[in-house]
T-cell receptor
Framework: GNSVTQMEGPVTLSEEAFLTINCTYT??????LFWYVQYPGEGLQLLLK?????DKGSNKGFEATYRKETTSFHLEKGSVQVSDSAVYFC???????????FGAGTRLTVKP | GAGVSQTPSNKVTEKGKYVELRCDPI?????LYWYRQSLGQGPEFLIY????????DSGLPNDRFFAVRPEGSVSTLKIQRTERGDSAVYLC????????????FGQGTRLTVV
């Protein structure tokens, strides 16, 4: 079946540190891949997405590249800020339907 | 409204009672999803609708859970004989009928069974 596995947290970094949150997936065909973010007290919102192999999604300094050969979609940011503290979820949608599946989430805390 | 609306935002109910949770998706979105999110976990898929029909209800945990979307817009998640283990945040999301578009989430309904 379709599933997403992401790096367990929590992750604690100092401001301006480099961030990587790993995400790998299992799916048939070519799913679309997403990173969602949940800030404290807020709902889930889309951070970035990629719909085909080698696409790079980017937003707010975050990037993730769709790697078909390694079935991965790792989230990266070169210099995190305190305001990036949140829970990050990797998700996929199969190519042939709208059934979205999420990873368990990774809590990021950035300290000043 | 502009976003996905869920009501109520909070619901406290006694064990054994029946509850209904409502989701009002973004206008024009044909796909609608229900998820359950327990503390510290990711959204757990329950059911998704394409139009009026349940395209995939494989995530519903047992027959106490049921969802409807009779006119292809508003959806209601119904839970019978609630148990303490049903306590969670129930999330609704909607998306356009396309596999590469994002799902927009509501703020969720926090259900507490006491």
């Amino acid at each position: 079946g379709n599933s997403v596995t992401q790096m367990e947290g929590p992750v604690t970094l100092s401001e301006e540190a480099f961030l990587t949150i790993n995400c790998t997936y299992t799916a048939t065909g070519y799913p679309s891949l997403f990173w969602y973010v949940q800030y404290p007290g807020e709902g889930l919102q889309l951070l970035l997405k990629a719909t085909k192999a080698d696409d790079k999604g980017s937003n707010k300094g975050f990037e993730a590249t769709y790697r078909k050969e390694t079935t991965s979609f790792h989230l990266e940011k070169g210099s995190v800020q305190v305001s990036d503290s949140a829970v990050y979820f990797c998700a996929l949608r199969p190519y042939n339907n709208n059934d979205m599946r999420f990873g368990a989430g990774t809590r990021l805390t950035v300290k000043p | 409204g502009a976003g996905v609306s869920q009501t109520p935002s909070n619901k406290v109910t006694e064990k054994g009672k029946y509850v209904e949770l409502r989701c009002d998706p973004i206008s024009g979105h044909t796909a609608l999803y229900w998820y359950r999110q327990s503390l510290g976990q990711g959204p757990e898929f329950l059911i998704y609708f394409q139009g009026t029909g349940a395209a995939d209800d494989s995530g519903l945990p047992n027959d106490r859970f049921f969802a409807v979307r009779p006119e292809g817009s508003v959806s209601t998640l119904k839970i019978q004989r609630t148990e303490r283990g049903d306590s969670a945040v129930y999330l609704c999301a909607s998306s356009l009928d396309s596999s590469n578009t994002e799902a927009f989430f509501g703020q969720g309904t926090r259900l507490t069974v006491v």
